[in-house]
T-cell receptor, first 111, second 115 residues
Framework: QQPVQSPQAVILREGEDAVINCSSS?????VHWYRQKHGEAPVFLMI?????EQKGHDKISASFNEKKQQSSLYLTASQLSYSGTYFC????????????FGKGTRLSVIA | DTGVSQDPRHKITKRGQNVTFRCDPI?????LYWYRQTLGQGPEFLTY????????KSRLLSDRFSAERPKGSFSTLEIQRTEQGDSAMYLC?????????????FGEGSWLTVV
């Protein structure tokens, strides 16, 4: 089942923060985050494997609460380069199975 | 560059024609995936291989679509008798087969326009 992302879109000024949420109706074993710029392929940001785990990538971090079956992506002090569409992906089944992706959150950072 | 490569990057074809896309995965990756993406949507799973074995096909994948990975290296995705609804970006991705939490790396995609 496809994970649900919120919000669908957000506009930020440089330096502002944003949170993107990803939730699933089924048990999650991992959550994968990607960013896609217009006309390009999705680029891997990070993977979260354990309940309550947090990871960081530059000023982008994420948390994963497997009990609540949700993950959040935190973008702090946003830069123009953060603009794009962010997708979360979750395994189609248990274990090491292909990912199913949410519909994405479009982030626009303006000067 | 040792990333996932796809060819062609863009293809315009007339309805009813056949098209074939090629994907070369990251060399040490034994898993290869095909996804389709339309405007405003996330990547949609089509099929995947482990080495040369095709392990799963999406129920969304009609009989007009066929994928192969004959020697467990590159893969081809063929669409027969194309329809306008086939217009999309076709993404190939690859990963290692690990016990848990494999990272999937995408290629640049092949854009298909059916006119």
């Amino acid at each position: 089942q496809q994970p649900v992302q919120s919000p669908q879109a957000v506009i930020l000024r440089e330096g502002e923060d944003a949170v993107i949420n990803c939730s699933s109706s089924k048990a999650l074993y991992s959550v994968h985050w990607y960013r896609q710029k217009h006309g390009e392929a999705p680029v891997f940001l990070m993977i979260l494997l354990k309940g309550g785990e947090q990871k960081g990538h530059d000023k982008i971090s994420a948390s994963f609460n497997e009990k609540k079956q949700q993950s959040s992506l935190y973008l702090t002090a946003s830069q123009l380069s953060y603009s794009g569409t962010y997708f979360c992906g979750t395994p189609r089944g248990s274990g090491n199975t292909p990912l199913v992706f949410g519909k994405g959150t479009r982030l626009s950072v303006i000067a | 560059d040792t990333g996932v490569s796809q060819d062609p990057r863009h293809k315009i074809t007339k309805r009813g024609q056949n098209v074939t896309f090629r994907c070369d995965p990251i060399s040490e990756h034994n898993r290869l995936y095909w996804y389709r993406q339309t405007l405003g949507q996330g990547p949609e799973f089509l099929t995947y291989f482990q080495n040369e074995a095709q392990l799963e096909k999406s129920r969304l994948l009609s009989d007009r679509f066929s994928a192969e990975r004959p020697k467990g290296s590159f893969s081809t995705l063929e669409i027969q008798r194309t329809e306008q609804g086939d217009s999309a970006m076709y993404l190939c991705a690859s990963s290692l087969d690990v016990v848990f939490g494999n990272t999937i790396y995408f290629g640049e995609g092949s854009w298909l326009t059916v006119v």
